[in-house]
């Protein structure tokens, strides 16, 4: 009779923390379990771009705590060459429930003489997002913070799987999705604007029709676009160009 109790005891409580997590779920069209992208990464150097290094992207199917997961690597090198300048070795890694809500985030920064990680873990009590974040700052020192939400939150790479399975059908140009990043003590206020459609050569020798995609942050009082995305105009929505404007210039990075 107590294994029986206990049986549904835990069935019930993977209901309520299904139907807490529900709230963050969308379909998901975009992504499978066997991807890997390679891209070119270049520099603005005094007006002239330069090749300065690679990234690349993976999605697997995984587990995070027993749910069933996309994990997520996203990985930046310079050359040797731009190291002497600018030495930047980024990487990038989440976990996103199969129905795109967050799960895992985790990002260990090398920059220039700067080193810092940052981590987010989400669960979903009672119908809300907690989520427990720890920060190892550049001066060594580390820092954790909880907070709990009535709504969903995202980092910069769970938000991009998301926005890879959004529906632009009926967007029009200007159309704006606002979203809050995880990041500290305080979320960031962003948004993702559409900005229309382009064609765009990849450094692959193909041209792909895309949809173009600016992630916008609030600095102040004024917004600050940060990255701009090209993604295919189809139901993958594989990132073809990423324009990235930096605190030290700006970088493209294209699929290579």
């Known amino acids: 009779m107590n294994k029986k109790i206990a049986t549904l005891l835990i069935f019930f409580s993977m209901l309520i923390c299904g139907q807490a997590n529900a709230q963050c779920n969308i379909p998901n069209k975009a992504l499978n379990g066997n991807e890997k992208i390679n891209y070119n990464l270049y520099f603005n150097w005094k007006f002239i771009w330069v090749k300065a290094g690679t ?11 027993g749910t069933p997961s996309f994990k997520c690597s996203l990985t930046t090198t310079t050359s040797s060459k731009v190291d002497k300048f600018f030495r930047m070795r980024d990487t990038l890694l989440v976990h996103s429930s199969r129905e795109m809500a967050p799960l895992y985030y985790k990002k260990v920064a090398h920059e220039g003489k700067r080193y810092y990680v940052d981590e987010a873990t989400y669960t979903y009590p009672n119908g809300k997002c907690a989520v427990s974040m720890h920060h190892l700052h550049s001066n060594g020192a580390v820092s954790s913070e909880k907070k709990t939400y009535d709504h969903c939150v995202y980092d910069m790479l769970n938000i991009f799987l998301r926005a890879r399975n ?12 606002n979203i809050d990043i995880t990041g500290g003590s305080e979320l960031t206020k962003a948004k993702l604007i559409y900005r229309g459609k382009d064609k765009v ?16 942050e609030k600095d102040g009082k004024k917004d600050k676009e940060i990255v701009r995305f090209f993604v295919t105009d189809d139901v993958k ?11 030290f210039g700006s970088a493209k990075a294209f699929l290579a």
Do not use: Q
């Open 237 to 247: 929505h594989i990132p073809v160009r990423l324009d990235m404007f930096l605190k």
């Open 166 to 177: 959004f529906d632009a059908t009926n967007w029009k140009e200007g159309h704006v999705v």
């Open 201 to 216: 050569k990849a450094d692959n020798g193909t041209k792909y029709d895309c949809l173009v995609l600016s992630y916008v």
């Open 55 to 65: 990234a690349n992207m993976s999605t697997v199917y995984s587990t995070y705590n």
